[in-house]
């Protein structure tokens, strides 16, 4: 989809007014990504660093001006909120729940009411845990569920799934939990690293091998589960049935965890 000359999709976060907030601006645009950010001069452009050891990786961020991202500031302007109701596909990180849940509530609730897809990641364990009453606020709405092993087993246990640990139970019953457009089935998708993915089809749950690679061609884990994610958009904004959103997630997973940073060739060779 970035190989396209116009641009496919829209961004809205925040950022401050400096250097790192250039090269945000820069590379959405070579991206041919329409990013609208919200630029404060209260806090820096977020950072974060990220030290890998073989295939494993540990990160430190300063949020900064991530934190700051104003609803009534930038998402209700007539300008942005038109951008939204262009879109028939809309994609959060689990993280935002942090920083403005009423914006999410927002934009889950007009995707309900027209009918289009909402997806949230749960993104991290802690967010599950300390961030629940928001998160299960905007659940009824999410049409498409992301996340990996851990955090669905932390999920699990804030529910009290009955203390299971197989995952694909775990996205069974997040699939069966209560939702508000009764038009769309919700769609639970975990991965599992290098192990199966697991994905709920209606009411059965079907896993989905990953591409295989040597041990010694990973170079950056960092950015896989994004990658997937970004993968599986670009397939079902074609409106691509859900094995084929499946293998572009593997497929561009594949591809970054073999370079360093989440960069991609300047072609893909996706079959």
């Known amino acids: 989809m970035i190989q396209t000359p116009h641009k496919v999709a829209t961004f809205f976060g925040c950022i401050g007014t400096d250097h790192f907030g250039e090269i945000l601006k820069q590379k959405a645009e070579e991206a041919h990504v329409d990013a609208r950010y919200y630029q404060q001069t209260q806090e820096p452009t977020g950072t974060c660093a990220a030290c890998i050891t073989g295939d494993n990786r540990s990160l430190v961020a300063n949020l900064a001006a991530a934190n700051c991202y104003n609803k009534e500031k930038h998402l209700d302007l007539d300008g942005n909120w038109e ?103 919700r769609v639970v998708v975990f991965t599992q690293g290098k192990d199966d993915t697991v994905a709920t089809i209606g009411e059965k749950v079907t896993m989905f091998s990953v591409l295989d690679i040597d041990q010694n061609d990973i170079v950056d884990t960092n950015g896989a589960g994004d990658a997937f994610v970004g993968g599986f958009l670009s397939e079902l904004v074609q409106e691509r049935p859900l094995e084929e959103c499946i293998r572009a997630g593997h497929y561009a997973a594949n591809v970054i965890i073999r370079r360093a940073g989440c960069t991609f060739p300047e072609k893909p060779d996706f079959p």
């Open 83 to 185: 951008l939204v109701e262009k879109a028939k596909v809309y994609y959060i990180a689990g993280f935002f729940l942090t920083v403005s849940p009423e914006s999410i509530l927002k934009v889950a609730k007009h995707a309900s009411e027209n009918n289009k897809i909402f997806s949230l990641n749960l993104s991290a364990p802690f967010i599950s845990q300390f961030f629940k009453e928001a998160m299960m606020k905007v659940m009824p709405y999410v049409d498409i569920l992301f996340g990996n092993e851990t955090e669905a087993a932390t999920f699990a246990k804030e529910q009290g799934f009955e203390e299971t640990d197989d995952i694909a139970e775990i996205a069974r019953r997040a699939q069966s939990l209560p939702k508000v457009n009764k038009k769309r089935q």
